[in-house]
């Protein structure tokens, strides 16, 4: 367990707190491109790391980010005209570029001194992966580009997604590093006999450090000899990486996609959850019924959002449809949905867990590390030194793989061609 001290480290994240100057060192996803989708368009209001923030492509098609507020009056910008590269208040006209500089301050005319020293809170970004990344923290410590493998994917081989958590960042990390929960939280059959999640349902884990957070390898004994190994990786601050199962049938076979997720504060109480899913290799793109049976899989489907939003249907205020019938019978949660299973548990305990009362096991060694990875990134930082994982050098070459062994085959050696990145 933490101690109360040591969780308040981990689950700030607002602008001064330990973690959020640990975190302003990475870049963060902002917004889905598909959020900001063409020029000179309507803004979209961001809310990260506590911060109320502002995005618009601009009439050259770059996303900006801005303060949400004129510096003026501090009237909201969302309600302002995107023209000609740059954001125009709609309260007195004020207009500021994708730099935060005001290029028009037409209620002060001939005062270029104060349009020089008016300026909004701007933040560099940059697009990849289908996503628009922002860099919050000291310029002279800015990383280069996000470069994981999954953001290389051409678009016709990668989807990527995102909901809305009604949890502090941490308990949904958490979730999301705990492999052992799959065996019961998603258990959508009990009557299955092929799935290893449910055959061994006290998985063997072994967690190994890296310069960018760590791998872990679960191991679970199928009977007869056979052993299903899944490779994970978590990518410092808030990223896990996996091999992609969506059904099993007891065969020994490639992973037919890799997935992923990354857990970014909205603030201390709600977090955005970014998955990502792609393709093994280029044989067969991802079509649209491909992505939208795999948001349907997760429960995040395009029947399962409340329209225009990022928000699960089935969410707190309904007890997430639970139905008592079906949990009779063969849903273990009696809850429809895996992205839905998450949410219900994670968000149930409320809007930061209190760590001090926990009691940890040993599938709980993955979780344990990162904590404690996570809390001496935060003293290097506040010491002055840089933050790990932050350079794409630690991990743009790597990638999760999971799959079936025979009794006396070394997993490693089988992996080894598997786990480098083919895109």
Not at 104 to 119: A, C, F, H, L, R
Not at 237 to 253: D, K, L, N, T, V
């Amino acid at each position: 367990m933490l101690t109360r001290e040591q969780n308040e480290r981990l689950v700030r994240v607002g602008p001064g707190t330990p973690a959020g100057e640990l975190f302003r060192r990475y870049w963060q996803p902002a917004v889905l491109s598909e959020e900001v989708p063409e020029k000179d368009g309507a803004p979209v209001r961001v809310r990260l790391l506590c911060e109320d923030l502002l995005a618009f492509r601009d009439s050259d098609g770059v996303v900006a980010l801005l303060d949400a507020y004129c510096p003026h009056r501090l009237a909201p910008m969302f309600f302002g005209r995107n023209e000609e590269c740059g954001i125009r208040c709609a309260y007195h006209g004020w207009k500021f570029d994708r730099n935060g500089d005001c290029v028009d301050m037409p209620t002060e005319p001939g005062n270029e001194v104060m349009k020089q020293k008016t300026k909004l809170k701007a933040y560099p970004t940059v697009e990849v992966g289908g996503m628009v990344w922002a860099y919050m923290g000291p310029p002279d410590r800015k990383p280069p580009p996000p470069d994981y493998e999954w953001t290389r994917v051409p678009h016709d081989f990668l989807h990527v997604s995102k909901t809305y958590q009604e949890c502090n960042y941490l308990q949904a990390l958490e979730g999301g590093l705990d492999t052992a929960h799959s065996s019961y939280a998603h258990n959508n059959n009990m009557s299955a006999k092929s799935d290893p999640r449910l055959v061994d349902k006290s998985p063997r884990l072994d967690v190994n450090p890296t310069d960018y957070g760590y791998n872990y390898v679960s191991t679970r004994q199928m009977g007869g000899g056979d052993t299903y190994v899944r490779l994970y990786h978590y990518v410092m601050p808030f990223q896990q990486m996996r091999g992609g199962i969506h059904e099993f049938s007891g065969a020994r076979r490639k992973s037919p996609a890799l997935d992923g997720h990354i857990w970014a504060p909205i603030d201390d109480y709600t977090t955005y959850v970014y998955n990502w899913h792609h393709t093994y290799d280029d044989t067969t793109p991802v079509d649209q019924a491909h992505r939208d049976a795999t948001e349907t899989f997760y429960g995040r489907g395009p029947d399962d959002m409340i329209p225009g939003t990022y928000r699960l249907k089935k969410n707190k205020a309904n007890d997430y449809m639970i139905d008592r019938q079906l949990q009779k019978e063969k849903v273990f949660t009696g809850i429809v949905g895996i992205n839905t299973q998450d949410f219900a548990l994670q968000e149930g305990m409320g809007p930061i867990v209190d760590r001090t009362r926990e009691h940890l096991g040993s599938t709980d060694r993955a979780i344990i590390t990162m904590r404690a990875m996570l809390l001496r990134a935060i003293d290097t930082v506040e010491k002055g030194g840089e933050a790990p994982g932050a350079d794409p050098q630690t991990h743009r070459g790597m990638r999760p793989f999971d799959n079936f062994v025979k009794a006396g085959e070394d997993w490693r050696a089988i992996f080894e061609p598997e786990i480098k990145a083919k895109w």
